[in-house]
C-alpha cells in the first residue's frame, strides 16, 4: 500500500503542509526543538486532509475510517528506532485481571484486546486496519504506517512476569502490561524507510497570531463543536442499584424478559436518566414524536422517545434496535441477558445522542464511565 505521506504528495493534498503548519507553532507549548502536536489535532488533520471518518469521539479501538480501512494513529517522541506505547485501557477489568498470572495473564489480554478491536470493527464495518505512525524527533516528523494486528493467543511466547509488568510476545509483535496502571503497551519499530518531514520551529509564535488576529478581524468563522446538551448528550446502557452500575434483568436491554405480558425477543430500550429530561429539556423530539436515528454504519431508523416519563429509547420496529445493540454489537444470542460484565469486556457502557436538527439524530458507542463523565459538573 502507498503510504499517507506519499499519497498526499501524489494528490498535492493538505496532510503534510498542515502537520508542518502546526508543529512550526511548537513555542507555544514548549522549547524543546521536538515539535508537538496534541495527538487529537493529528487526528483532525488525518480526517480533514483524507476526507476519514473521524472515530476518536467513541474512542473506539480506530481513530479513523476510510472506506472500510480501520486506521489507529498514534504520534510519540523517540530518540531511536522503536518505542513502547500505550494501545488499550483496562481499568474496569483490572479485578478480573489480577486474577491470572504469567501465560494465562497473557492469553486473557490477548481476548480482551482483541474483542474491542472485533468490536469496532463491527461497529463501523470495517474489514481491514493499520497504524499510521508520527514520531517526532528533533526538527523532525517520521511518518510511516505498520500492521494493526488482533494479538495471535495460539503462538504466546517470550512472557517474562516481574512485580511491575508482563510481558510477552505474540511471534509478530511485543507486549508489555503495566499492573498498576491496567494498561497494555506494544513495542513499535521505526524503518529506515519512514518518510521524513523537516519542521522549523517559529522562534515567536505570538507574534505570528497577533497577525493572523488582525488580518481575520471581522470574519466571521463557523463553529461546528458540540455544545453538551444542546447538539449532544450521552446516555447509559445501564441502571443504578445501590450506588453500582446495573442491567437489569426485565427492562432496558434485557426489556425482552421482562413479566407480564409476552415479548418480543427484540424487545428493548436504551434508558433515558430522568436528570436528561430535566436538564436538557428541548434535546429530544416530544414524547411518541418519530425522529430518524443512524447508527455509524449509515444505516436510519425511525426511533422515537418511550414511556412512562419518557425513559425510553426505541425504535420502530424495535427488532432493529435489538439486532444493532445486542445481536451485532454485544454479539448476544436470543434468550442471552446483557450484563455489565459484558460491556466491561468490550470496554464501553454508554451511547453518544448527536442532535442534527429536530427531526435526525446518530448514535454511536462511548467508553466505560462515559455518562457518569457527562453526568457530571465538569464534563
Given at each position: 500500500?502507498?503510504?499517507?505521506?506519499?499519497?498526499?504528495?501524489?494528490r498535492?493534498?493538505?496532510?503534510?503542509?498542515?502537520?508542518?503548519?502546526?508543529?512550526?507553532?511548537?513555542?507555544?507549548?514548549?522549547?524543546?526543538?521536538?515539535?508537538?502536536?496534541?495527538?487529537?489535532?493529528?487526528?483532525?488533520?488525518?480526517?480533514?486532509?483524507?476526507?476519514?471518518?473521524?472515530?476518536?469521539?467513541?474512542?473506539?479501538?480506530?481513530?479513523?475510517?476510510?472506506?472500510?480501512?480501520?486506521?489507529?494513529?498514534?504520534?510519540f517522541?523517540?530518540?531511536?528506532?522503536?518505542?513502547?506505547?500505550?494501545?488499550?485501557?483496562?481499568?474496569?477489568?483490572?479485578?478480573?485481571?489480577?486474577?491470572?498470572?504469567?501465560?494465562?495473564?497473557?492469553?486473557?489480554?490477548?481476548?480482551?484486546?482483541?474483542?474491542?478491536?472485533?468490536?469496532?470493527?463491527?461497529?463501523?464495518?470495517?474489514?481491514?486496519?493499520?497504524?499510521?505512525?508520527?514520531?517526532?524527533?528533533?526538527?523532525?516528523?517520521?511518518?510511516?504506517?505498520?500492521?494493526?494486528?488482533?494479538?495471535?493467543?495460539?503462538?504466546?511466547?517470550?512472557i517474562?512476569d516481574?512485580?511491575?509488568?508482563?510481558?510477552?510476545?505474540?511471534?509478530?509483535?511485543?507486549?508489555t502490561?503495566?499492573?498498576?496502571?491496567?494498561?497494555?503497551?506494544?513495542?513499535?519499530?521505526?524503518?529506515?524507510?519512514?518518510?521524513s518531514?523537516?519542521?522549523?520551529?517559529?522562534?515567536?509564535?505570538?507574534?505570528?497570531?497577533?497577525?493572523?488576529?488582525?488580518?481575520?478581524?471581522?470574519?466571521?468563522?463557523?463553529?461546528n463543536?458540540?455544545?453538551?446538551g444542546?447538539?449532544?448528550?450521552?446516555?447509559?446502557?445501564?441502571?443504578?442499584?445501590?450506588?453500582?452500575?446495573?442491567?437489569?434483568?426485565?427492562s432496558?436491554?434485557?426489556?425482552?424478559?421482562?413479566?407480564?405480558?409476552?415479548?418480543?425477543?427484540?424487545?428493548?430500550?436504551?434508558?433515558?436518566?430522568?436528570?436528561?429530561?430535566?436538564?436538557?429539556?428541548?434535546?429530544?423530539?416530544?414524547?411518541?414524536?418519530?425522529?430518524?436515528?443512524?447508527?455509524?454504519?449509515?444505516?436510519?431508523?425511525?426511533?422515537?422517545v418511550?414511556?412512562?416519563?419518557?425513559k425510553?429509547?426505541?425504535?420502530?420496529?424495535?427488532?432493529?434496535?435489538?439486532?444493532?445493540?445486542?445481536?451485532?454489537?454485544?454479539?448476544?444470542?436470543?434468550?442471552?441477558?446483557?450484563?455489565?460484565?459484558?460491556?466491561?469486556?468490550?470496554?464501553?457502557?454508554?451511547?453518544?445522542?448527536?442532535?442534527?436538527?429536530?427531526?435526525?439524530?446518530?448514535?454511536?458507542i462511548?467508553?466505560?464511565?462515559?455518562?457518569?463523565?457527562?453526568?457530571?459538573?465538569?464534563?
Amino acid at each position: 500500500m502507498t503510504s499517507f505521506a506519499e499519497l498526499d504528495q501524489e494528490r498535492n493534498g493538505d496532510y503534510l503542509n498542515l502537520l508542518t503548519a502546526v508543529s512550526k507553532l511548537s513555542g507555544l507549548f514548549s522549547e524543546s526543538v521536538v515539535p508537538f502536536i496534541n495527538y487529537r489535532v493529528i487526528e483532525n488533520i488525518f480526517c480533514k486532509s483524507f476526507q476519514a471518518e473521524n472515530l476518536s469521539r467513541s474512542d473506539t479501538a480506530f481513530d479513523a475510517k476510510l472506506d472500510s480501512l480501520g486506521v489507529g494513529i498514534k504520534t510519540f517522541v523517540s530518540n531511536s528506532n522503536n518505542s513502547t506505547e500505550k494501545i488499550a485501557e483496562f481499568n474496569s477489568l483490572s479485578r478480573d485481571l489480577s486474577k491470572f498470572s504469567g501465560k494465562e495473564l497473557a492469553l486473557k489480554l490477548g481476548e480482551f484486546r482483541n474483542e474491542r478491536i472485533n468490536l469496532a470493527k463491527r461497529v463501523y464495518n470495517i474489514e481491514s486496519s493499520l497504524y499510521h505512525i508520527i514520531v517526532r524527533k528533533a526538527k523532525e516528523l517520521l511518518l510511516f504506517e505498520t500492521d494493526y494486528n488482533i494479538i495471535d493467543i495460539t503462538n504466546i511466547n517470550s512472557i517474562k512476569d516481574s512485580k511491575a509488568s508482563l510481558q510477552f510476545s505474540d511471534g509478530k509483535n511485543f507486549y508489555t502490561y503495566n499492573y498498576s496502571k491496567s494498561t497494555l503497551f506494544r513495542n513499535f519499530q521505526i524503518p529506515p524507510t519512514a518518510f521524513s518531514l523537516h519542521v522549523d520551529i517559529i522562534q515567536d509564535p505570538y507574534s505570528l497570531l497577533l497577525q493572523i488576529l488582525n488580518e481575520f478581524k471581522g470574519i466571521h468563522v463557523s463553529n461546528n463543536r458540540l455544545v453538551k446538551g444542546e447538539n449532544f448528550i450521552v446516555l447509559p446502557l445501564y441502571g443504578i442499584k445501590n450506588n453500582e452500575k446495573f442491567i437489569f434483568q426485565h427492562s432496558g436491554l434485557n426489556q425482552w424478559n421482562a413479566n407480564g405480558r409476552k415479548r418480543n425477543i427484540g424487545e428493548v430500550y436504551i434508558p433515558i436518566p430522568i436528570s436528561i429530561h430535566k436538564n436538557y429539556p428541548n434535546f429530544f423530539p416530544s414524547r411518541d414524536f418519530p425522529f430518524d436515528l443512524q447508527i455509524p454504519t449509515g444505516e436510519v431508523f425511525s426511533a422515537k422517545v418511550c414511556q412512562a416519563n419518557s425513559k425510553a429509547l426505541m425504535t420502530n420496529p424495535n427488532k432493529a434496535l435489538s439486532d444493532w445493540l445486542l445481536r451485532k454489537i454485544l454479539q448476544l444470542k436470543e434468550g442471552e441477558l446483557a450484563t455489565m460484565e459484558k460491556l466491561d469486556a468490550l470496554g464501553f457502557d454508554s451511547v453518544l445522542i448527536h442532535k442534527i436538527n429536530d427531526g435526525k439524530y446518530t448514535i454511536d458507542i462511548m467508553k466505560t464511565n462515559s455518562y457518569s463523565d457527562f453526568d457530571s459538573e465538569n464534563y
